[in-house]
């Protein structure tokens, strides 16, 4: 089975033809859900299509589809239930919602949240529940009531079934004996089924016994409630899967479940991270499980990608038939590109024809050994994904077995035919390619029920050797060669493959054993035969941007993102169909002819044509992918109607792509957002109006890109202390003596948030203290901006400073000074005898460093309030002065009196935001 199951021919079926059984694995990636969206319901919607079409590229007919799981992890998760509901769903002529491309439940669930809702300017919003974190979930719950609103409504087919799972990670790993040794787990999953009532409106469930698979004890179930005995899940507890599954930590609050486990002997926990982990009394559980209570976290920490659970639900089902045609897996991938992504290498040299002899030896520097521990939270993520496509089950495909022979022959330093092994074709071909077209013609026959016989396939043979029926030619108009139309008996084709295989191998030099071994397994059953079809992105998207948080600053970039996921559904289904049918190698104007003719096919099945700006976009990306071969020219030729915001967004992103390039090229340290955000300032990028007409993040972003960060930053470290004296509010509350509280980790927290805001600090048009403390801390306008230390006279001064911001390089601000004469280490000079105050006007210039953040000069008038004899107590004077560390540290060398700068001069140490300091340090 090809990625083609995603083709919209869902009609002809012969009575009793096993349908093709399709099952999909969704990872997660935040405000890259967007893009999933798009690529979601593309494909659900070209599965799902319910009128008869004709193929006027390949012919044939598709079998029957049967969505046979669906899995997902953190936004996946979300996009999981979408799914089994927008594949239940009636079409909308017959009294189901809208499931359009410009409406549907994948568009708006994904349109909805934004960071004006996510992270509110006050920590202490209206915006925020109980359960939120840094970011609030409003949004998610709205679209939890819009969704059960739908579920609820008689809108789906009768007698749709589909099974759906999340994974979550439970935040005390749960300790249990095996034999007698302690073993400890955190990855779990979560399956339900999706079921439409004979009311036409959905119900939840999972009976166990239906899914041996799932009895183990990483598989938790949700908790029925005590009066009901039929399995049925309430709806509260399975919106509580899906935002628990998506609960990214410090972004989203964990959430705390009841669920089921199965009977073992637990440990018990020495310290629950909360201490309400009583179940609660009205749930129960099925025979054989026991109720408990914990807390968990997004899924994707430990599996973001479960295809081992997506395909623990589509086969080891009691009602799976005996003579199922195996699974196709579709892996909904936001990461896999068809255009290089450019890679950054350390040390360019040691790549060179004479690396130094340093680049043989290792260095133990902490970063270099800290790097292991990212590196195991990255792997952490996908180890699942690793154990599952390394394990047996995906290692005896017959027809990836028929590639595999290929390549190893074509290495052979004997090529041969296999004309007597593989006797289907028109003419002698060598056999690595016959045995390539022999393996997809077995996907073919498992794909269609009818399918078209192409070069260079033999109608004639394979209907002589039985494995080719009911044949017939087609007048039908195509620009494609097809012999015939005919029935592949998949099965008895399935049989004789693996016979020829058998034969083949032993050709290998050396006798591969394991090959040989694998082929005789494969050769058992025809469930070996699961594939997995990735997909892959043709251009980059908002969502990778800002640690994949930049789809939520803008409702336009989500929009953006959704319709590039259609594209690449679109683009992606289309290919891999094509190459089953036509080798990219042996036969490319037809593989060509094909893969443009089924994209306009798969293009009109979803009505791309009725969405203006899913059109425009469609089209600036097949242009951008295709134009310069000529390719998918039915999307731009002519191009459809411009859209100026979708225009600006799409250059944007190229030119981040060329900034990622020339940073890898050592061209350059220019950051994408920087290089992305000035150029929607300078196309005039209007961003969308919040709901409540306060100025949307963007615009403040947009006002100075250089500067990005600061109000993100702001809003963050201003939420995070917030929830930490929240936390020790409630920890007060739960612990009367203060010895036996556990400590805080405010000033940690404090001094990580000063750090965060001197890095990102952005100047405003006018303040009364420059300072990172909060806006609306009183203490900020009267504690001084400022104490610095002469290194000379020993003198001690304070400072206020109101700024005025001219332009976002260039500060202009009146400095205050009150010197205290040898007020640190005294000194002998004629000036150090009395106090002083200073008046200056400082002009300071910003640079786009961090070490060597500014440079300035500030003339200043003095009055010494107790001059010795003979001294003038009115002066003038000044100093020049640097920035060093984002301006935490000012270094000025001048001289209070210019006619007497010998006697007169210093070296100030100053160190600036001493409110933010003080604020910080002492939450």
């Known amino acids: 089975m090809a990625l083609c199951a995603c083709l919209f021919l869902h009609q002809h079926a012969v009575a009793d033809t096993p349908p093709h059984r399709i099952a999909f694995a969704i990872s997660g990636g935040a405000s890259k859900g967007a893009y999933e969206a798009g690529l979601n319901w593309a494909f659900v919607k070209l599965i799902r299509q319910e009128t008869e079409h004709r193929d006027t590229t390949l012919l044939g007919t598709f079998r029957p589809f049967e969505l046979s799981?669906?899995?997902?992890?953190?936004?996946?998760?979300?996009?999981?239930?979408?799914?089994?509901?927008?594949?239940?769903?009636?079409?909308?002529?017959?009294?189901?919602?809208?499931?359009?491309?410009?409406?549907?439940?994948?568009?708006?669930?994904?349109?909805?949240?934004?960071?004006n809702d996510l992270l509110p300017a006050r920590p202490d919003s209206p915006v925020y529940r109980?359960?939120?974190?840094?970011?609030?979930?409003?949004?998610?719950?709205?679209?939890?009531?819009?969704?059960?609103?739908?579920?609820?409504?008689?809108?789906?087919?009768?007698?749709?079934?589909?099974?759906?799972?999340?994974?979550?990670?439970r935040v005390v790993p749960e300790a249990l004996l095996a034999g007698d040794v302690e073993v400890e787990n955190q990855r779990f999953a979560i399956p339900f089924e999706l079921s439409v009532r004979d009311d036409t409106t959905v119900s939840f469930q999972f009976n166990p016994s239906d899914y041996l698979g799932t009895l183990d004890h990483s598989t938790i179930l949700l908790p029925q409630e005590a009066a009901v005995s039929d399995f049925a899940i309430v709806d509260s507890a399975i919106m509580d899967a899906v935002l628990t599954t998506s609960a990214f930590p410090v972004a989203f609050g964990r959430k705390r479940l009841s669920y089921c486990r199965l009977a073992a002997r637990y440990m018990e926990e020495a310290a629950p991270l909360t201490p309400a982990a009583t179940p609660q009394p009205q749930w129960q559980c099925p025979e054989g499980y026991e109720l408990d209570r914990a807390e968990f976290?997004?899924?994707?920490?430990?599996?973001?990608?479960?295809?081992?659970?997506?395909?623990?639900?589509?086969?080891?089902?009691?009602?799976?038939?005996?003579?199922?045609?195996?699974?196709?897996?579709?892996?909904?991938?936001?990461?896999?590109?068809?255009?290089?992504?450019?890679?950054?290498?350390?040390?360019?040299?040691?790549?060179?024809?004479?690396p130094p002899a340093a680049c043989d030896q290792m260095e133990y520097s902490f970063s270099s050994?800290?790097?292991?521990?990212?590196?195991?939270?990255?792997?952490?993520?996908?180890?699942?994904?690793?154990?599952?496509?390394?394990?047996?089950?995906?290692?005896?495909?017959?027809?990836?077995?028929?590639?595999?022979?290929?390549?190893?022959?074509?290495e052979s330093t004997n090529p041969s035919d296999c004309n007597n092994e593989l006797p289907f074709f028109e003419g002698k071909l060598d056999c690595s390619q016959a045995l390539?077209?022999?393996?997809?013609?077995?996907?073919?026959?498992?794909?269609?029920?009818?399918?078209?016989?192409?070069?260079?396939?033999?109608?004639?043979?394979?209907?002589?050797?039985?494995?080719?029926?009911?044949?017939?030619?087609?007048?039908?108009?195509t620009e494609l060669s097809v012999q015939a139309l005919?029935?592949?008996?998949?099965?008895?084709?399935?049989?004789?493959?693996?016979?020829?295989?058998?034969?083949?191998?032993?050709?290998?030099?050396?006798?591969?054993?394991?090959?040989?071994?694998?082929?005789?397994?494969?050769?058992l059953a025809m469930e070996n035969d699961r594939i997995l079809r990735v997909t892959s992105r043709g251009a980059p998207i908002t969502?990778?941007?800002?640690?994949?948080?930049?789809?939520?600053?803008?409702?336009?970039?989500?929009?953006?993102?959704?319709?590039?996921g259609i594209y690449d559904a679109v683009i992606s289904a289309s290919k891999i169909t094509c190459e089953l049918h036509f080798s990219m190698r042996y036969l490319p104007d037809e593989f060509k002819k094909c893969w443009d003719g089924l994209a306009a096919d798969y293009a009109q099945a979803i009505a791309l044509q009725d969405d203006a700006r899913g059109s425009y976009v469609f089209a600036m990306l097949a242009k951008a992918e295709f134009g310069a071969t000529g390719g998918m020219a039915f999307a731009y030729e002519p191009m459809p109607e411009q859209d100026r915001d979708m225009q600006i967004i799409h250059v944007g992103l190229a030119k981040t792509l060329e900034v990622e390039r020339a940073r890898a090229a050592g061209l350059g340290q220019r950051s994408v957002e920087v290089e992305f955000f000035e150029f929607l300032k300078a196309e005039g990028f209007s961003p969308t109006p919040t709901e409540d007409n306060v100025e949307p993040l963007l615009t403040q972003i947009m006002s100075n890109p250089e500067l990005w960060a600061y109000e993100l930053t702001r809003r963050f470290t201003d939420r995070l202390m917030y929830l930490e004296k929240e936390a020790e509010r409630i920890v007060a509350e739960r612990e009367p003596d203060p010895d036996k509280r556990p400590d805080s980790w405010s000033t940690m927290l404090g001094a990580t948030s000063l750090a965060l805001r001197a890095g990102t600090y952005r100047y405003h048009p006018f303040e009364f203290s420059p300072s990172t403390a909060p806006a609306d801390w009183i203490w900020r306008n009267v504690i001084p901006y400022e104490v610095a230390f002469d290194a000379v006279q020993g003198d001690f001064q304070v400072v206020w400073q109101p700024t005025w911001s001219l332009s976002p390089r260039d500060l202009l601000g009146v400095r205050g000074t009150l010197g205290i004469a040898q007020g640190l280490l005294g000194g002998d000079s004629i000036d150090s005898q009395g106090n002083y105050i200073g008046a200056g006007l400082d002009y300071t210039r910003l640079t786009e460093g961090t070490v060597f953040s500014s440079w300035g000069m500030t003339p200043t008038y003095y009055h010494l309030f107790n001059p010795p004899q003979g001294v003038s107590r009115d002066t003038f004077g000044g100093d020049v002065h640097v920035g060093l560390l984002a301006n935490r540290l000012r270094l000025g060398l001048g001289a209070r009196d210019f006619n007497n700068a010998g006697d007169t001069w210093f070296l100030l140490i100053g160190f600036p935001d001493i409110p933010g300091i003080f604020y910080w340090l002492t939450r």
């Open 543 to 564: 969502g990778t941007l800002l640690e994949d948080f930049g789809a939520f600053l803008e409702l336009k970039f989500r929009e953006y993102d959704y319709y590039t």
């Open 369 to 410: 050994e800290s790097s292991m521990l990212l590196g195991a939270l990255g792997s952490a993520r996908r180890y699942e994904l690793y154990r599952e496509l390394t394990s047996d089950r995906w290692a005896y495909n017959l027809s990836s077995l028929s590639y595999e022979l290929a390549d190893s022959l074509a």
């Open 297 to 354: 976290a997004d899924g994707g920490l430990f599996d973001n990608l479960p295809i081992g659970l997506a395909r623990v639900l589509a086969e080891d089902r009691v009602d799976v038939p005996r003579d199922a045609l195996p699974v196709s897996y579709v892996y909904l991938d936001p990461n896999r590109t068809r255009y290089q992504q450019p890679k950054t290498r350390k040390f360019e040299a040691c790549y060179g024809a004479n």
């Open 436 to 477: 390539r077209y022999a393996g997809r013609l077995l996907e073919i026959a498992y794909d269609r029920t009818e399918a078209s016989i192409t070069s260079p396939f033999s109608v004639q043979k394979l209907a002589r050797h039985g494995l080719a029926k009911r044949c017939h030619e087609t007048r039908a108009e």
């Open 486 to 523: 005919c029935v592949v008996d998949y099965a008895a084709y399935r049989r004789v493959l693996a016979q020829r295989l058998s034969r083949l191998v032993d050709r290998l030099p050396g006798q591969d054993e394991n090959l040989a071994q694998r082929i005789r397994k494969a050769a």
């Open 130 to 169: 109980d359960d939120d974190a840094v970011l609030s979930r409003s949004g998610l719950y709205r679209a939890a009531e819009f969704l059960r609103e739908k579920w609820r409504s008689p809108s789906f087919r009768r007698n749709c079934r589909v099974p759906l799972g999340v994974t979550v990670t």
């Open 69 to 115: 799981a669906m899995a997902g992890a953190s936004a996946g998760g979300i996009n999981t239930l979408l799914s089994g509901l927008s594949w239940c769903v009636r079409p909308e002529a017959e009294g189901g919602f809208a499931n359009r491309i410009d409406d549907n439940i994948f568009r708006y669930v994904w349109l909805l949240p934004d960071i």
